[in-house]
Every structure is written in C-alpha cells, then in structure tokens.
C-alpha cells in the first residue's frame, strides 16, 4: 500500500502461524491517511503498542464485569430480543424490512452497555447515531476511501462526497462528548453504571501514572470503537441469518423443532442453553462462516521483524490475514461453498467446532466483542425463531444471496413475512 509492502496470509495454515503463532509482532494496526483524519490514533481499533494494550485490557475487564448482576449484558440483550419480537409481531404478517428494528436492536444493547440506557426508536438523536454508523462502515470499502489515501492532501480540500463521512464522525464525537458531559455532571465514583462511568474512574486512578493513556480524547474513541464494531457486525449478522432461513426452510424448521423440544415456550432464553441446542448452534456457526462478513479481515502492522511460514516479513509490513481463505479453506470444510450446518456436527448429532472457524479472526487481537456477538447472535435468533416462522413475500420467487461491499459484507436490502407460531 503506498510504499508500504504488504503480505496477505493465505490458508488456515498460514492465518494461524501469523496470527496465533507470532501474535505478538503481528498485533500493529497500520494508520492510513483516512483514518489518521478522521479518528487519530486513539482507542483500540486503530492503536498500537502501548495505548492499544492499555485500552483494549481495560474494556476487556469492564465487559467481563457485565457478566454478573441485574443489569447483566445478558438481560439487556434480552430485553432488546423481547423489544424486537414485539416490533416483529406488530406487522402483523405484512411484508417488512427487518433491518432498521435489527439495527436498533443491537444498537440499543451497545448503548446500554457504554452510556448506561437505551433509547426509543423514535429518538431523534439515536436515528442519527445509527445513521452515521453506517456511513462511517460503508464509506472505507468505496472508491472515495482508496482515492483518499491515494491523494489525501488534495481530497483533505476538495469538495467531494468524501466530506459527508467526516461531518458524520464529527458527530459522533460530539454525540459521545456530550454523554460524557452529562455523566460528569451526576458521576459518583463509588456506584459506576456503565463504561463512561467506570472509564472516568479510571482517569481518576490514574491521574498520576505518567504511563496511563486514560484520558478523555482515547475514552471518546474507545465509545466510538465499541458503537461502530458492535452494532454494524451484529446486526448484519443477524440479517444474514434472516435471509438463509428464507432460503433454506427446511433448516428453519429444524431449529424450531430443537428450540419446541428443549425450552418451555415462556422460557427466557440464556447463552447457556446453547450447550442443550446443538443443531440451533450449528447453524448459528454456519450462518457465521458462510456470509464471512468480515471478508479478507483487518489488516495488521508487523512490530518487529518475524517470519511467518519460514517466509521472513519485517518490522512495518502490512499484514492481511485473509479469513476469507480460513473459513473457505477446502482443506478443513468439508463442502466449503455450501451452506451446511454439518460442518459443525458429529454422526450423532453433537456440536463440535473445526479450528479453521476464525470469524472473528485470531490472537492477541482477535475481535474485542467476540463474546458480545456470539451472547446477542444466540439470544436473538433463538427468540425470533421461537417466536415466528420467516416466509418470502407472495410473489418473490428468489432470495438474493449476493453482499454489498463494505468494511462489513451486508446482503441486499429484502422483505419478508414474519408469521406467529
Ligand atoms: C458477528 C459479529 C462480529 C464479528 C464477525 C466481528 C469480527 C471482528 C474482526 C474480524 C475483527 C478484526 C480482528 C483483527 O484485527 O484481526 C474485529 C475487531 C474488533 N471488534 Fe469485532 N466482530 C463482531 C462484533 C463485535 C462486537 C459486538 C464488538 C463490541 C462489543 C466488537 C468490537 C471489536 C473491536 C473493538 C475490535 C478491534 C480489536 C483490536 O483492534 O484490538 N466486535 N471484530
């Protein structure tokens, strides 16, 4: 890229001895003229070295600390999954777009998580929040994005497209700074609630250390990190799923009749129950490795000079780890191009995993939410299925199966019929 030289890792065998192997000097993540624009080097998805260590461990702490207590993230993904089979039910078996309620869904769970609340969906400020999510995920994968990077200076001033993605960062940013506005005004350090709370009290604890990177341009960044990775992924996934069951009935059916014979019908459906659905999670794990949203995955910057496969690659190479080629690598799935729940089955019907899964990549940098998505994927999907049975519209005849590019694969926007059960 530029001048800089770039390696691809093709295969699982090469992802894992670059990502697994030699996490370490492969957990760089090159800054390139667009994103040192529009976002610096702040927070985790785009640091490295020391401010990516420091970030990326606390956040790490403050969500397993989620995992307990009332306001659990499993009760508030609940919550959204009940909010969302209610919107669902509300059209009454029309034809819809289920996108938007999706969207709001996963978005209103991150929003709990980081600002302590969730929003209507008639909120105007949270509609634009969403909004500029979107275009921020969208906009890196279009030409506009590679011309900026091209010629950045000239783009930096030149009236173009290009300048919306920058107002909507803008606002973002000032979306976030506000919140921490507001937390300050009523923050008391003995009873934090969310991940402002509990950032602030980590400014506090270390205001001292001259080694801290806690500070309130890398909390800004952090929130937005965690708004953009955790709703786009999740909620596109989440439409993926939608749409291979509008292909495939007969696997619909399937995991309606393992969720009817496992969980009572008003049972509140927990991560846990996953373990008693072996097929449900079979799918689930197909539906993540056959629309492969992620698609060649994220690049890294070597830290120091390292080889991988015996091939030497030095310090500053940029490293693609092409996941694409893992969770299609024909030496570890048996028909890679189908979409077959069997990859993640033995002969009697038990779930077994395959190591060349590697959705949400690998190593020290693997994705941050990988639990997050995989509590909100299950809860979701099991409730939606549990709750109604998805049809094409009268007249639609083909499913389009076809992704629209971006930083994250989405399908084409589609209709269907939600009918109780
Ligand atoms: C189906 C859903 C998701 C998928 C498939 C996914 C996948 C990925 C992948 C492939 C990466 C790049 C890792 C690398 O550098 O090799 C990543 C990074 C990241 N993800 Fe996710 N993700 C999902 C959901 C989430 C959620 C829900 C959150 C937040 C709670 C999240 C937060 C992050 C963050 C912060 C990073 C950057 C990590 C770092 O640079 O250290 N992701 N994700």
Sequence with gaps: MGQTPVVVLNGYKAIKDGLINHSEELSGRPLTP?????????????TSGHTWKQQRRFVMTFLKSLALGKRSLEHRIQEESRHLVEVFARKKGKPFNPRIPIVHAVANVMCAVVFGHRFSTEDDSFNRLIKAINFVIYYQATIWGRMYDAFSWLMHHLPGPHQKVFVYNDFMHNFVKN????????????????????????????????????????????VDDLLLAGTEATSTIV???????????????????????????????????????PYTNAVIHEILRYSNITAVGTPRQCMKDTAVLGFPIEKGTIVLPNLHSAVYDSEHWETPQKFNPSHFLDSHGNFVNNEAFLPFSAGHRVCLGEQVARTE????????????????PEGVKEVNLDYILGAVLQPHPYKLLAAPR
Aim: glycine content about 2%; some cysteine.
């Design 179 to 222: 919140k921490i506005q507001s937390h300050k005004e009523r923050w008391k350090a003995e009873d934090p609630q969310d991940l402002i709370d509990f950032y602030l009290a980590q400014i506090e604890k270390t205001k001292d250390d001259p080694t801290s990177t806690f500070n309130e341009d890398n909390m800004v960044q952090t």
């Design 377 to 392: 994927f299950f809860i979701i999907f099991a409730n939606l299925l549990r709750t109604f049975t998805f049809h094409l």
């Design 34 to 46: 667009f994103y040192r624009d529009m976002m610096g080097e702040k927070g985790i998805f785009l």
């Design 239 to 277: 439409c993926w799923a939608l749409l291979y069951m509008l292909q495939y009935p007969d696997i619909q059916e399937k995991v309606q009749k393992e969720l009817e014979a496992v969980l009572e019908p008003s049972q509140l459906i927990h991560y846990e129950d996953r373990k008693k659905l």
